[in-house]
Nanobody, 124 residues
Framework: QVQLVESGGGLVQAGGSLRLSCAAS????????MGWFRQAPGKEREFVAA????????LYADSVKGRFTISRDSAKNTVYLQMNSLKPEDTAVYCC?????????????????WGQGTQVTVSS
C-alpha cells in the first residue's frame, strides 16, 4: 500500500519561502513519477511540478517556473517542493501524487496515489 504524507505548509508573507516534503512509503519508487498539485478554494486542481524518481528529470507549470524547485532524496524516500518568491495567488492546498509508470504528466487523472495535502497561505 503506497502512502504519501505531506508536511511543511504554513502561513508566509508574500516574497517568502517554504519547503514542502512528501514522505513516500509502501513501494520501491524507482520507476515512479512524483508530482505536486494544488487546489485553491473554488478553483480546479492545478499541476505544479513533477519529477522522475529515477534520473531526476523535471516538469513545471509555467506559473511556478523559476520560483519553485522539485527534488527527491532517494535515501529518505522523500520528495520536496522548494517554493521561493511566494505570491498570494500561490495560496492553496498542496498535494503530493505518484504515477506507477515513468510518465511525467500535468494530467491529475493519470496519477495513481495521492496524499492528504498541506495548506499553504501567502499573505500580501
Amino acid at each position: 500500500q503506497v502512502q504519501l504524507v505531506e508536511s511543511g505548509g504554513g502561513l508566509v508573507q508574500a516574497g517568502g519561502s517554504l519547503r514542502l516534503s512528501c514522505a513516500a512509503s509502501g513501494r520501491t519508487f524507482s520507476s515512479y513519477v512524483m508530482g505536486w498539485f494544488r487546489q485553491a478554494p473554488g478553483k480546479e486542481r492545478e499541476f505544479v511540478a513533477a519529477i522522475f524518481w529515477s534520473g531526476g528529470s523535471t516538469l513545471y507549470a509555467d506559473s511556478v517556473k523559476g520560483r519553485f524547485t522539485i527534488s527527491r532524496d532517494s535515501a529518505k524516500n522523500t520528495v520536496y517542493l522548494q517554493m521561493n518568491s511566494l505570491k498570494p495567488e500561490d495560496t492553496a492546498v498542496y498535494c503530493c501524487a505518484a504515477i506507477k509508470r515513468p510518465i511525467a504528466t500535468m494530467n491529475h487523472l493519470l496519477y495513481d496515489y495521492w496524499g492528504q495535502g498541506t495548506q499553504v497561505t501567502v499573505s500580501s
